[in-house]
């Protein structure tokens, strides 16, 4: 099955996983040592990922995409869709192959399962937590280096959505543009004068809204307000721009800020410091 996300080059991101792990271009390297030394050139293997706790699954196809890397002849079925929710012990994947291209690849491949998956598993939990609401939940552009295309895939498959993917797709003043302009207005003002569509202006007074949404802005990001005064801060919006509440959101607070009547919740621990799924892959020789 193919697999394809705007601005990820899944053949490059393989290609340069492995040369890391194997030692690319470093003296000695482009090997790995142990399987070249321990296990037969004609050994075959079959496998088994599968959860050890439960969890929402992301990363499969770019696991897929790591074993056939190294034996384009593997045998590979995926026994569950990215997104599903799976119980502890749960079958994931099953495979077989070479034995080696198996053992070289493996590392690579369960890294990034883990990864996107407890973006995902941490994703779900946020947004069970919100509540029967018509709140949306975003990540951030908190996100590793090089990952952000793969994180925020992750995201959506655990329910969520995706805020600006960078700083080309939306202007988001923050206090250090005010400071710089020296208002909440004139920041707006300069971006709406340099012709920006989507301007997110973030708030952390009530008294900044209404200077804001007469000035321009699209949305207001409601920066580390509490329920009660997310809830005023709605109120005085009125339905003009969207709201956005953002900063120190957990999973205990989430539902009560989503009740307030804001359209987005931010969060950006889903991606900055998710834990990895615990997940396993046990191979036998054939």
Partial sequence: M??????FDLDRFVRDTL???????????????????????????????????????????????????????????????????LGAGAHIMRLSGNARALLTAERSALNTVQHLSGIATLTRKYVQAMGRTDCVL????????????????????GGGQNHRMGLWDAAMIKDNHVLVAGSVNEAVGRAVTAGV???????????????????????????????????????????????EASGGITLETIGAKAATGVDYISVGRLTQSAPAADIGLDFTPL
């Fill in 138 to 157: 975003l990540d951030t552009r908190k996100t590793l280096p090089g990952l952000r295309a793969l994180e925020k895939y992750a995201v959506r498959m």
């Fill in 197 to 243: 569509a989507q301007i997110i202006c973030e708030v952390d007074r009530l008294d900044q809204i209404e200077p804001a949404i007469r000035a321009g802005a699209t949305r207001l990001l409601l920066d580390n307000m509490d329920a009660g005064t997310l809830q005023q801060a709605v109120a005085l919006v009125g339905g003009r721009v969207q709201t």
């Fill in 19 to 85: 040369a890391e792990d194997l030692g690319g271009g470093v003296p000695g390297g482009g090997r790995d040592l142990t399987s070249e030394s321990v296990i037969p050139a004609d050994a075959m293997f079959a496998g088994v990922m599968d959860s050890r706790d439960p969890i929402t699954v992301a990363g499969l196809p770019i696991a897929d995409a790591f074993f056939r890397a190294l034996d384009p002849d593997v045998q590979v079925e995926r026994l569950v869709a990215e997104g599903d929710e």
């Fill in 2 to 7: 193919s697999f394809s996300l705007p601005n």
